[in-house]
């Protein structure tokens, strides 16, 4: 088995917290995963597959190695995203408070 990374895009409507403190995205739907971080972000930054669609306000991409969707990277190689309307694409945000707990997001 190889190591190889894979670096994965998700969009959801928010990233918030439920009342007991887990994170709550509300719809959230993993869209796309590239071999090159540089090709994920520059989907994300130009919306380039129109990832918006009128609700997706959020996006994140984590990585996961080759094989099992459990093999994730580490939760510091993740990254969080906001839509930008004026550029129309999503723009690099910092972590939501309370989410550093949860690795795997995409995935569950």
Known sequence: MKNDVYWFIAVCQRLDLDKNGFPDTGFLHPCGFYKDKKDALEILHKNITNLWERSYHY?????????????????????????????????????????????GLIWG
Not at 66 to 72: L, P, R, V
Not at 85 to 95: C, K, L, N
């Open 59 to 103: 996006a994140l991409m984590e990585p996961y190695y080759e094989g099992s969707i459990s093999g994730y990277g580490t939760i510091e190689d993740r990254q969080f995203f906001k839509y930008d309307p004026e550029v129309d694409g999503y723009r690099e945000i910092a972590e939501p408070e309370g989410y550093e707990f949860y690795p």
